[in-house]
């Protein structure tokens, strides 16, 4: 069976996965750049024939062969569909994952999970015939083995006690040629994570790139293939490297933020229990005193 790891909030099991997790490895270069508008939002990313389009701080901007320009429309939101060879898996309206063969008609794809109604992020790398990751509306990810059946890959662990788990914001792989079988997700907390091995493992992969993504998209239209990131700091993009490695993330890996959360969650009980032992020793006393005194 293959392995699908898990990022919850039980602090033995963050414990365990902060260390596993904690490894570096350099990369081959600069992983993250910042390409234009630094310190503007740029909610929404897209690739429109073969142009980097982006709305930024609400305006339609589209790259140009000397920067960016006023763009007549905003680029496209992403679809919930997605094409490898003769398959096309979309998320209908209820959040079933549908599969079509061949343009033949749409069918639940066999052990698909029920992702919510409003589920919109898929992804299905063509280098990977049959590897297919979904998002739930709850930010649960979800990937099919190529050969077939679904499982729970990812779920992320709450940034801290009072922010809650980051919201995973979207979704990029290069479905329109072979280029790489690498899925990235997009995270409002925790930059971008990629898995290289079907989902079995996530890592985070955002050296530069701040830790609130709104948006990402594949861009295999030139001559090096890219990942842009929309970010609340402005348009970030990854040229992939002729031997893609994952990066060395060194002072902002999750693993200070798990071990945050958890002294914080430990914290929290020890509190209540000391809180719990001083009102029962006083609900006794009350009690006690009661039992002490005569009937007049």
């Not at 890959?153 to 079988?181: D, K, R, Y």
């Not at 709104?214 to 490297?241: C, K, M, N």
Request: proline share 7%; glycine share 14%.
């Amino acid at each position: 069976m293959r392995r699908a790891r898990l990022l919850l909030a039980a602090p033995l099991a963050a414990m365990a996965l902060a260390c596993a997790a904690a490894m570096p490895v350099q990369a081959a270069g600069p992983w993250w750049q910042l390409a234009a508008f630094p310190g503007q939002t740029v909610t929404r990313v897209a690739v429109v024939q073969g142009r980097v389009t982006a709305l930024v701080g609400g305006a339609a901007m589209v790259q140009t062969a000397t920067g960016f320009v006023a763009a007549a429309a905003p680029p496209p939101a992403a679809p919930a569909t997605v094409t490898t060879g003769s398959r096309t898996w979309s998320i209908d309206a209820a959040g079933e994952v549908m599969v079509a063969e061949g343009g033949g008609t749409a069918r639940r794809d066999p052990g698909s999970p029920e992702l919510g109604s409003g589920a919109h992020l898929i992804a299905a790398p063509l280098a990977v015939p049959g590897f297919v990751v979904a998002v739930s509306t709850g930010g649960t990810v979800w990937r099919r083995a190529p050969s077939g059946g679904w499982s729970v890959s990812l779920a992320l662990l709450p940034a801290t006690l009072i922010t809650g788990t980051p919201a995973v914001t979207s979704i990029a792989g290069f479905n329109t040629a072979a280029v790489s079988g690498v899925v990235y997700i997009g995270t409002a907390g925790y930059g971008t994570l990629l898995t290289s091995d079907g989902g079995d493992d996530w890592v985070r992969a955002d050296p530069g790139l701040p830790d609130d993504v709104l948006s990402l998209a594949a861009d295999a239209s030139g001559a090096a293939p890219a990942i842009w990131a929309g970010t609340s700091q402005g348009l970030y993009v990854h040229r992939l490297q002729a031997e893609p490695t994952i990066p060395n993330y060194s002072g902002g890996s999750l693993t200070g933020k798990w071990l945050i959360t958890i002294a914080l969650g430990l914290g929290v009980i020890a509190v209540a229990g000391v809180a719990l032992i001083v009102w029962s020793r006083r609900r006794a006393g009350r009690a006690g005193a009661d039992g002490n005194k005569s009937p007049t």
